[in-house]
């Protein structure tokens, strides 16, 4: 018998092109996406020297000390600076056409013409008014104490002192964040398994479908015939799961870190908690499918959201404002799990994650039967 | 008895959908529930399957009482529901296959048994159509073979007929007397009349969750003072004639309007040739004429004072 049925089942959900849309292609469309729009991101975000001007007049060639600061600051392969030096009729016209950001000109003191504003030229200025001030400090301390220059002041100028240090919690030299947007995207896609937990429901509760009913006239326990359909939605999901986890992994070159076991344990407790979050929704609430279907992707959309799907930060703003959602939203100890796996080099994180899963699914299942273990209804 | 309900009521709040219902149905019958839409046939249906909580009474099928967990009673029960409760995804073959499967776990049992169903609903050209490429007729076909692959003993079809075409209506009449002929009993729901005319033995006739009259469709007819109805095509009936009709033998009532007279008469004989006689002595011109005997529509319409598809 329970072959008949996870056979049918498995049928039932395999051709329902629009359950494996939502399941599969849509998860599969938007880690492509996600893909195509970090690498955007991350190019913007990629330091490029700035293009400036410097007028090359005699007050210019007689500083030594700041025609030796450009020049620095011009050099080497993370150089903040792309010098032109020109005449000011020059500059300007360089300026005009947006091949410079701005240029600088020596008199009296030292001056930045720009056009525009923007990031380049508030970096631009923020350079030359910090070095303004070191000129400055130097020269008040060497008339106030003129001793102080053979004491090391020009050393201890050029020194930065940081009074902050930074303690590195996990394994990772350089931590990628765009990975937890990917991982959010797994957990979108097991709780999409409620869909399967809805359906499986739907047919076997005689008050939410005429099908049900006739299978509650059938000779066969409910309960033996939701575990052989919940069993058929999970074996689709996971293997729907596992499609999209190697599309990351092998397509998009997403790290999920080297602990296969226990990655595909995430999968197999998200897909479960998935499933059985869409059973409890659908037995719970007393309405039409298209209202469920509503109320589990709006649920869904808002747990990615909190754990970081569409705001990075938001995963830390909720663990530490609200630290009790954290603990119990499922897309975000679904990421977290993953995340755990990824930077952490001890598994305790990533074991609270699945204990807290494994918990949720256990307390979806069991209210879930509660519920339809009724097996009259008061009106169908 | 194959079923028997005793003092049957059912509340939904404060409304009384089953009020004390009582039927009992033999082996081999083909039973009838008639009522109008509400009048609580299906809700009946539903108590007898413990598809439904119900307030107070007793259900027995095959003698035993019925639960929801009574799997050697519900193994020998067919259910054809009113709306067609099939699966999409699955095709003819498969439907069946699986609804069959819940009964029959044997394959080379179930198989020829879907095979059989498949011939006795005619849907053998539509085995691997999915259900939204058939029509109307089609699919209701197919939910009844989904209701009867496993051979029940007791078949039950709730409204089997509503919006099918008269030829597939015409089929799935004449398929609910084939199976009760190979020996199934049968409880057939329906507020049209004419079908459970057609094809029960014995009819229960419901109204506001109560039996309002119960027996064959002769002992039902029997049960009121309409003998015979009469309609005929008259020209000119003057008001005089009109009350020396009403004096005629077995009279009940006479209307006339836009030169039809229709005259309803209590029990009686030669009541046709009384006013053909009538009109032959007073020289009344007249036309078509009909005569009708009471259906069931009457016999509501006496016992409850409404139609029966109000």
Not at chain 1, 360 to 371: A, P, Q
């Amino acid at each position: 018998m329970f072959w008949h049925i996870f056979s049918n089942r498995l049928k039932c959900i395999i051709r329902d092109k629009q359950l494996v849309f939502w399941t599969l292609v849509f998860p599969l469309i938007l880690a492509t996406l996600f893909s195509m729009t970090l690498i955007n991101i991350s190019k913007q975000e990629a330091f490029k020297s700035i293009d400036i001007a410097v007028v090359n007049n005699e007050a210019y060639q007689k500083d030594v000390g700041f025609k030796n600061f450009l020049t620095e600051a011009s050099q080497g392969d993370n150089k903040l600076f792309n010098i032109n030096l020109t005449t000011k009729e020059e500059a300007e016209k360089l300026l005009d056409n947006g091949k410079v950001e701005g240029y600088i000109t020596v008199e009296t003191q030292i001056n930045l013409v720009v056009k525009n504003s923007g990031l380049n030229q508030t970096i631009i200025k923020s350079v030359l008014d910090e070095y303004n001030q070191t000129v400055s400090a130097v020269n008040s301390i060497v008339t106030d104490n003129p001793t102080a220059l053979q004491n090391g002041l020009l050393e201890d100028v050029g020194k930065r002192i940081e009074f902050t240090k930074n303690i590195q919690a996990g394994t990772k030299e350089k931590p990628d964040s765009a990975v937890n947007y990917f991982y959010t995207l797994i957990a979108m896609a097991c709780l999409y398994g409620s869909f399967f937990g809805l359906k499986e429901i739907t047919d076997i509760q005689a008050d939410l479908s005429k099908r049900a009913a006739r299978l509650n006239v059938a000779p066969v326990h409910k309960l033996k015939v939701l575990v052989s359909g919940l069993c058929a939605g999970f074996a689709v999901l996971l293997l729907e799961i596992s499609i999209l986890l190697s599309y990351l992994v092998f397509a998009m070159k997403v790290d999920f870190g080297d602990q296969i076991g226990y990655i595909l344990l995430t999968c197999f407790v998200g897909c479960a908690t998935g499933i059985s979050f869409g059973a409890i929704v659908s037995a719970i609430i007393k309405k039409r499918e298209g209202v469920k279907t509503a109320i589990l992707i709006g649920a869904t959309m808002t747990a990615c959201f909190l754990s970081g799907m569409m705001y990075g930060n938001m995963k830390y703003i909720v663990e530490k404002n609200v630290p009790i959602l954290a603990y119990i939203n499922p897309a975000a100890l679904i990421t977290d799990a993953f995340y755990a796996l990824y930077y952490y080099d001890t598994p305790t994180r990533f074991f609270t994650n699945i204990g807290l899963l494994s918990g949720l699914t256990v307390i979806f299942c069991l209210v879930t039967y509660l519920i339809i273990r009724r097996q009259k209804y008061a009106s169908i | 008895m194959i079923v028997s309900v005793k003092n049957l009521v059912k509340r939904y709040g404060e409304l009384v959908a089953l009020d004390h219902l009582s039927i009992e149905i033999k082996e081999g019958e083909i039973f009838g529930l008639l009522g109008p839409n509400g009048s609580g046939k299906t809700t009946a249906i539903n108590c007898i399957l413990s598809l439904l909580n119900y307030d107070k009474g007793e259900i027995k099928l095959f003698d035993k009482p019925m639960a929801p967990d009574a799997y050697d009673i519900k193994r020998n029960i067919g259910v054809i529901m009113q709306d067609v409760a099939v699966f999409e995804e699955l095709t003819v073959y498969e439907n069946i296959d699986y609804f069959c499967g819940l009964y029959i776990s044997d394959k080379a049992t179930r198989k020829k048994l879907v095979e059989e169903a498949i011939d006795f609903v005619g849907l053998n050209e539509f085995r691997k159509f999915y259900p939204k490429k058939l029509s109307g007729g089609l699919l209701r076909r197919l939910n009844i073979a989904c209701g009867i692959a496993h051979k029940p003993k007791l078949i039950i079809l709730d409204e089997p007929t509503v919006a099918v075409d008269p030829q597939s209506r015409n089929n799935i009449l004449a398929g609910i007397k084939k199976l009760n002929e190979e020996g199934a009993t049968v409880i057939y729901t329906s507020h049209y009349m004419e079908e459970v005319e057609q094809l029960c033995s014995r009819i229960v006739i419901m109204d506001k969750g109560k039996v309002i009259a119960m027996g064959s469709k002769d002992e039902l007819k029997a049960m009121i003072k309409l003998g015979e109805k009469i309609k005929v095509e008259v020209f000119d009936l003057s008001s005089s004639y009109l009350a020396n009709i009403k004096q005629l033998p077995n009279i009940n009532s006479v209307e006339y309007t836009e030169n039809n007279l229709v005259i309803k008469y209590d029990k009686g004989k030669n009541n046709l040739n009384t006013l053909l006689d009538f009109f032959r002595d007073n020289e009344i011109t007249y036309g078509r004429i009909y005569s009708e005997l009471p259906t069931l529509n009457d016999v509501f319409l006496e016992i409850t004072g409404k139609e029966l598809r109000d």
